[in-house]
Nanobody
Framework: VQLQASGGGLVQAGGSLSLSCAAS????????LAWFRRAPGKKMEFVAV????????EYRDSVKGRFTISRDSAKNTVFLQMNSLKPEDTAVYYC????????????????WGQGTLVTVSS
């Protein structure tokens, strides 16, 4: 298994959750790592991406200022800290990896983890 996501759960609106995605050492060191999400009945959408070096980060507009993506090389793990959660953030969240460039389109990613469900109640 190249990527394994965890950390989802049920939280009230305004609350926080932290998602983790553990990667194999080879993937973590060489790939850009991203989070996507799919809400019920909707298409997969980009959430955030961090480059392999950690120097480039992008977010979808609706999560800017609320979500933070980071990577920990000691743990081969990428994190998504989600604050001020809203009901519209409810979705299954997936981590994904690609190289050599960062991207927001899901169909160009090479590896995917299993999803982790985030439910935000109003």
């Amino acid at each position: 298994v190249q990527l394994q996501a965890s950390g989802g759960g049920l939280v009230q609106a305004g609350g926080s959750l932290s998602l983790s995605c553990a990667a194999s050492a080879q993937v973590f060191s060489n790939y850009n790592l991203a989070w996507f999400r799919r809400a019920p009945g909707k298409k997969m959408e980009f959430v955030a991406v961090i480059s392999a070096s950690g120097s480039s980060i992008e977010y979808r507009d609706s999560v800017k200022g609320r979500f933070t993506i980071s990577r920990d090389s000691a743990k081969n793990t990428v994190f998504l800290q989600m604050n001020s959660l809203k009901p519209e953030d409810t979705a299954v969240y997936y981590c994904a990896a690609k190289r050599p460039f960062i991207a927001v389109r899901s169909n160009v990613y090479d590896y995917w983890g299993q999803g982790t469900l985030v439910t935000v109640s109003s």
